[in-house]
């Protein structure tokens, strides 16, 4: 008996995922995602074939050079490529060929241990193999998960978000650095998805070194976005042609076109910066096909140069329509997705949807209604001097009209908070609770029955301007 395994024995280690892994992972999915939802899939598909041309596996040559992950990605998507759509399909494969490979990793671990003779050595060494191998089968769930999810439909960004929340703890990256990595992800710095796969070399294919050739292409293309950026030249002419290009009387595709624009148009710029954060930029590409291009503008005018280059070659893309082009009916049901996001959302009615689905029957209480006709400077102040709770309770209770208006006064995300409280607290708040706290908004230290609404209101009035001081 040995005291040591060969080298060779400690591949399971060396193969080991690490944080590297997991980040070249993520942001592999998605862009993978992106081309196949772009429905680019001849570059997704000499991608897939092709690797070792292949200007996405070679940044995250930390997946490709672990053929345990490479392979079984690279066969999922080329099922996908061929029609896969079936979520359960995608687990099935995944999980038995996770299966065979934790199984493979037993055998390995068996066979290496048992030709050693040290004790603790031995023992040493399994715990290692054994961590290994399981960290193999957990970053392979990851893959699993995302792929399941852009198979049902998801973004690709949420599809990658899929496999980082997936991750154990050692190796998953927060989601902040992932939306980072992405924003300069190798498919935008690169340009176009053709640019993605290098030629074949036509003397010498099989020995030419696309490595170091895809090395200095990344380089320059890193140097070329830490410059300035230059604005896209015709912008506007250009988007006009665009809109021209997918101008339709079709009655259908005129409604879904009015009321997407009508919402950009009305939906306040914070809130559309927000919109332009939920919505990845395949979903906006499609989406803005034959819309007003003042409507177009007022999103370009929210992104940086780069990503406005980005984003328009994407949509002059979609108008070869000489080529495979994309049919109006999934155009449309792309703008469906959007505007179910922004109802969902309610970034374009101050949340007056949403609160339809949890508001109580209004009390109908005048004086509590009528903070509605208090001032912006008094309203702040109301905020700032009563507990959320308390305040999101009293809302439950109250028209629509009145709700929005005082939800109107908070940021977006806090907006969205209260929301999201709101409608926690409407499964457990009863009439009596949202009729004390509304109470207790008016006369924080005493009620008084006999106030008529303008003593009410002066004395809230004289409250928070004491408060204010």
């Given at each position: 008996?040995?005291?040591?395994?060969?080298?060779?024995?400690?591949?399971?280690?060396?193969?080991?995922?690490?944080r590297e892994t997991a980040r070249d992972l993520c942001l592999l999915i998605n862009d993978l995602c992106h081309l196949d939802k772009m429905r680019q899939i001849v570059?997704?598909?000499?991608?897939?074939?092709?690797?070792?041309?292949?200007?996405?596996?070679?940044?995250?040559?930390?997946?490709?050079?672990?053929?345990?992950?490479?392979?079984?990605?690279?066969?999922?998507?080329?099922?996908?490529?061929?029609?896969?759509?079936?979520?359960?399909?995608?687990?099935?494969?995944?999980?038995?060929?996770?299966?065979?490979?934790?199984?493979?990793?037993?055998?390995?671990?068996?066979?290496?241990?048992?030709?050693?003779?040290?004790?603790?050595?031995?023992?040493?060494?399994?715990?290692?193999?054994?961590?290994?191998?399981?960290?193999?089968?957990?970053?392979?769930?990851?893959?699993?998960?995302?792929?399941?999810?852009?198979?049902?439909?998801?973004?690709?960004?949420?599809?990658?978000?899929?496999?980082?929340?997936?991750?154990?703890?050692?190796?998953?990256?927060?989601?902040?650095?992932?939306?980072?990595?992405?924003?300069n992800s190798v498919r935008i710095r690169v340009g176009g998805a053709a640019e993605l796969i290098l030629p074949i070399d036509p003397i010498d294919p099989a020995s030419y070194d696309y490595d170091r050739r895809m090395a200095r292409?990344?380089?320059?293309?890193?140097?070329?976005?830490?410059?300035?950026?230059?604005?896209?030249?015709?912008?506007?002419?250009?988007?006009?042609?665009?809109?021209?290009?997918?101008?339709?009387?079709?009655?259908?595709?005129?409604?879904?076109?009015?009321?997407?624009?009508?919402?950009?148009?009305?939906?306040?710029?914070?809130?559309?910066?927000?919109?332009?954060?939920?919505?990845?930029?395949?979903?906006?590409?499609?989406?803005?096909?034959?819309?007003?291009?003042?409507?177009?503008?007022?999103?370009?005018?929210?992104?940086?140069?780069?990503?406005?280059?980005?984003?328009?070659?994407?949509?002059?893309?979609?108008?070869?329509?000489?080529?495979?082009?994309?049919?109006?009916?999934?155009?449309?049901?792309?703008?469906?997705?959007?505007?179910?996001?922004?109802?969902?959302?309610?970034?374009?009615?101050?949340?007056?949807?949403?609160?339809?689905?949890?508001?109580?029957?209004?009390?109908?209480?005048?004086?509590?209604?009528?903070?509605?006709?208090?001032?912006?400077?008094?309203?702040?102040?109301?905020?700032?001097?009563?507990?959320?709770?308390?305040?999101?309770?009293?809302?439950?209770?109250?028209?629509?009209?009145?709700?929005?208006?005082?939800?109107?006064?908070?940021?977006?995300?806090?907006?969205?908070?209260?929301?999201?409280?709101?409608?926690?607290?409407?499964?457990?708040?009863?009439?009596?609770?949202?009729?004390?706290?509304?109470?207790?908004?008016?006369?924080?230290?005493?009620?008084?029955?006999?106030?008529?609404?303008?003593?009410?209101?002066?004395?809230?009035?004289?409250?928070?301007?004491?408060?204010?001081?």
């Open positions: 008996m040995t005291s040591a395994p060969a080298e060779a024995d400690l591949d399971l280690i060396t193969q080991a995922p690490t570059v997704l598909e000499d991608t897939l074939d092709h690797p070792e041309r292949s200007l996405l596996f070679y940044a995250y040559r930390q997946v490709r050079d672990r053929s345990w992950l490479a392979e079984p990605m690279r066969d999922i998507f080329r099922h996908i490529t061929l029609g896969l759509t079936e979520q359960v399909q995608v687990e099935r494969l995944l999980d038995s060929r996770i299966a065979a490979m934790a199984e493979e990793d037993r055998r390995h671990i068996r066979d290496t241990l048992a030709g050693m003779a040290d004790k603790s050595a031995r023992e040493d060494l399994r715990e290692r193999l054994n961590d290994a191998a399981a960290d193999k089968v957990l970053v392979l769930r990851a893959l699993r998960n995302a792929l399941v999810a852009h198979v049902g439909g998801y973004a690709p960004m949420v599809a990658a978000d899929y496999a980082r929340f997936s991750l154990p703890d050692s190796l998953r990256m927060d989601y902040d650095e992932l939306i980072e990595l992405i924003a292409r990344l380089r320059e293309d890193k140097e070329e976005v830490e410059e300035a950026v230059e604005p896209v030249p015709d912008l506007e002419a250009r988007l006009d042609a665009i809109a021209q290009g997918w101008a339709n009387d079709d009655p259908d595709w005129c409604q879904w076109v009015d009321r997407l624009a009508g919402y950009l148009q009305l939906i306040r710029e914070r809130s559309l910066k927000k919109l332009t954060r939920l919505v990845d930029e395949g979903s906006w590409a499609i989406s803005l096909l034959g819309l007003p291009t003042p409507v177009v503008s007022r999103i370009f005018g929210l992104m940086s140069n780069g990503a406005q280059a980005s984003l328009l070659r994407d949509m002059e893309n979609h108008c070869d329509f000489d080529g495979i082009c994309l049919t109006r009916g999934y155009v449309s049901r792309t703008r469906q997705n959007i505007l179910q996001v922004i109802e969902q959302k309610g970034l374009a009615d101050g949340g007056a949807a949403r609160l339809k689905t949890i508001m109580h029957a209004p009390l109908g209480y005048e004086a509590f209604d009528a903070l509605a006709t208090l001032d912006d400077g008094e309203l702040n102040a109301l905020w700032r001097q009563t507990s959320k709770d308390t305040v999101g309770t009293a809302l439950l209770g109250t028209s629509i009209e009145v709700a929005v208006r005082l939800l109107g006064r908070l940021s977006e995300d806090a907006r969205q908070m209260m929301l999201d409280d709101m409608e926690s607290l409407s499964a457990e708040k009863t009439t009596a609770d949202i009729e004390e706290a509304q109470r207790n908004i008016l006369w924080p230290t005493s009620w008084d029955d006999d106030a008529t609404l303008d003593e009410t209101l002066a004395s809230l009035r004289a409250i928070l301007a004491g408060s204010a001081s």
